[in-house]
């Protein structure tokens, strides 16, 4: 058998289907959907958060995003709000009714976030945070889990292989591009490794055309690619105003560019699967 013995398509022989009942309607991530998810990349404010998410679930997302305790390559850069951003997230879930995504940093968080939050993500600096990938093996609850700056596919997937020998199988992985020479762009996204999972995993994958870039412009053309090479949804920031924001402004996208990219990436999504 492979390594990774339970992330393996041999273990099981059919994609997994992962359901979030926590929203207004079950959220399903894994073949045959496109999910998105969407939002700025940090909470910011409690009167900009929740106008960015009423925008989107009127357009179409399926959960928000927001970062509360950030990781930030500088100390002296903006690292969230914490706990007073959650509560802004809690009431942008009540008024939208979308299911929440935030990054868990720390094993100190998990009693905070995990009985909050919707949908635990790891980032790519803890995707070999064993300690912190055994304890979310333990709950009952969505890890996206995403891809290290330059971890190999198979290093991935036994990171993803700690959480589902914990017990929990419902693991999404996120490929946001790997650390290469190309300088031009933030990150080289992998496209080839989301056609690649689907032949070696029946784990759900998305793509985070956002941090795998690092430039709005280059978000739609890989979320296009991403949803061709058969992903199974998006992770995009978007943000009313990106030169005022304090996280990431420079990949995220305006609500009327977000627009536009859904529009794109539903259509390709209905032509794979009409394949």
Same mark, same amino acid.
């Given at each position: 058998?492979?390594? #990774? ?72 850069? #903006? ?101 290469? #020479? ?94």
């Amino acid at each position: 058998m492979k390594p #990774f013995k339970l992330a393996s398509w041999d273990r099981k022989g059919s994609y997994t289907h992962i359901k979030i009942d926590s929203g207004a309607e079950p959220l399903l991530i894994g073949e045959g959907y496109c999910t998105i998810i969407a939002g700025p990349c940090a909470v910011e404010s409690e009167e900009g958060y929740l106008q960015i998410a009423r925008f989107l679930q009127e357009a179409g997302a399926h959960a928000l995003r927001g970062g509360l305790f950030k990781p930030r390559t500088s100390p002296y850069s #903006f690292k969230g709000l914490g706990r007073e951003g959650l509560e802004i997230m809690l009431e942008a879930r009540r008024i939208t009714g979308l299911p929440l995504v935030t990054e868990i940093m720390d094993v100190r968080d998990l009693e905070l976030l995990g009985d909050n939050i919707d949908i635990l993500q790891v980032g790519s600096r803890n995707m070999q945070n064993y300690s912190l990938l055994e304890e979310l093996g333990k709950l009952h609850k969505p890890i996206l889990l995403k891809r290290g700056l330059s971890a190999t596919i198979e290093e991935w997937l036994l990171a993803a292989e700690y959480v589902l020998d914990g017990g929990n199988p419902h693991v999404i992985l996120c490929e946001r591009g790997i650390r290469t #020479f190309e300088s031009y762009l933030r990150n080289t996204v992998d496209i080839g490794a989301v056609a690649l999972l689907k032949e070696l995993s029946h784990l759900p994958v998305i793509v985070d055309p956002s941090h795998a870039t690092g430039k709005w412009k280059m978000v739609t053309p890989v979320a296009r690619a991403a949803i061709a090479a058969g992903a199974d949804g998006l992770m995009v920031e978007v943000h009313p105003d990106p030169d005022r924001a304090l996280s990431d402004g420079k990949q995220s996208l305006t609500p009327e560019n977000f627009l536009k990219m859904y529009e794109q990436v539903s259509r390709i999504s209905r032509l794979v699967k009409n394949l």
